[in-house]
């Protein structure tokens, strides 16, 4: 066994950087990062606010291969401003991804995993990073026409806000145990309906709603499981091998607008009467 398939063995994925989940998913030494912490691109907008830039600003993104299969993989670190993304660290994700789509128009096939760990726009460049999420799903809506394009929700942030849109774009989205995917996060949801409709605390309440094995039940995503690099790697090669879906979740909306008539909107939704609404297979 090598060095690096050693160092793989009983490690958490769910407790690495974003760096680190990068090299773990992919082939051993093929890693490339492209506009590393040396370059210095840094956001314009954050010192000016009282707030120390991050010199890869958040998100780290690589060329690779997967099972010898060429890969641009990204991944946002959800420790630097809670996975925000602003005008840097979106472009850097758009420019990747638009660059896969030149490179496969001209022949080169590159798929990409991207890995989420975000709270969604950037307050501090809410214009700025609602223009790059845009950029990033329109990015994405063209490529996984032509290659797939896995993501990943991993842990503790989750992700929310106009990134889980992002995260549904693609085209097999998979979950860690410890992940969460929503709209809004559940301190936003506090403060706007008050803590007795919405305890962000109450952390089996919260799993128990937006958690990975939840969102699998409930079929918004692919696939859950738990957070071994192994494991997490050989569902990654898995999705990959699949290739581009003949349909893609995005497009299932009049199921998921008849689902939501069933919802009871006067009383807070329990994990057990949205799985019983939205299970994969339930009749409308």
């Given amino acids: ?16 950087g974003a760096r680190k ?22 956001s314009p907008w954050l010192e000016v606010q009282g707030i120390v830039p991050q010199f890869d600003d958040g998100v780290v993104v690589a060329r ?18 809670g996975g925000s993304l602003g005008e840097v660290a979106g472009a850097k994700i758009a420019g990747a991804l ?26 501090q460049e809410a214009n700025l990073g609602l223009a790059a999420i845009a950029e990033i799903q329109s990015a994405i809506v063209a490529l996984r026409k032509l290659q797939p394009v896995v993501a990943l929700i991993t842990g503790p942030v989750g992700c929310f806000g106009g990134m889980s849109i992002t995260a549904g774009l693609c085209s097999y989205l998979l979950m860690t145990r410890e992940g969460r995917l929503g709209l809004n996060g559940p301190q936003v949801i506090e403060q706007e309906a008050g803590v007795g409709e ?6 089996p309440f919260i799993w128990g709603l937006t958690g990975g094995e939840q969102r699998y ?12 690099v192994i494991e997490v790697r050989n569902k990654v090669q898995e999705y990959l091998r699949k290739g581009v879906p003949d349909t893609f979740r995005s497009e299932a909306i009049q199921s998921s607008l008849d689902r939501l008539k069933n919802v009871d909107t006067q009383h807070q939704i329990t994990s057990e009467a949205a799985r019983e609404i939205f299970a994969k297979g339930a009749s409308l």
Avoid at 31 to 38: D, G, H, N, S
Avoid at 72 to 77: Q, R, S, T
Avoid at 98 to 123: D, K, P
Avoid at 198 to 203: E, G, K, L, N, P
Wanted: glycine fraction near 8%; aromatic fraction near 8%.
């Fill in 217 to 228: 039940t409930t079929g918004l995503v692919d696939d859950f499981f738990g957070s071994d």
């Fill in 21 to 42: 989940r990068i090299e773990y998913v992919l082939d051993s030494g093929s890693m490339r990062e492209l506009v590393t912490p040396f370059d210095r691109v840094i």
């Fill in 198 to 203: 919405y305890d962000s605390r109450d952390r």
């Fill in 98 to 123: 638009e660059l896969a789509v030149e490179a496969n128009q001209a022949g080169e096939s590159i798929a990409a995993v991207l890995m989420f760990e975000t709270g969604g726009v950037r307050l």
């Fill in 1 to 16: 066994m090598s060095n690096a398939q050693d160092s793989r063995l009983n490690t958490n994925f769910v407790e690495q």
């Fill in 64 to 81: 690779g291969a997967i099972d010898g299969k060429s890969v641009i993989a990204i991944a946002i670190d959800g420790s630097f401003q």
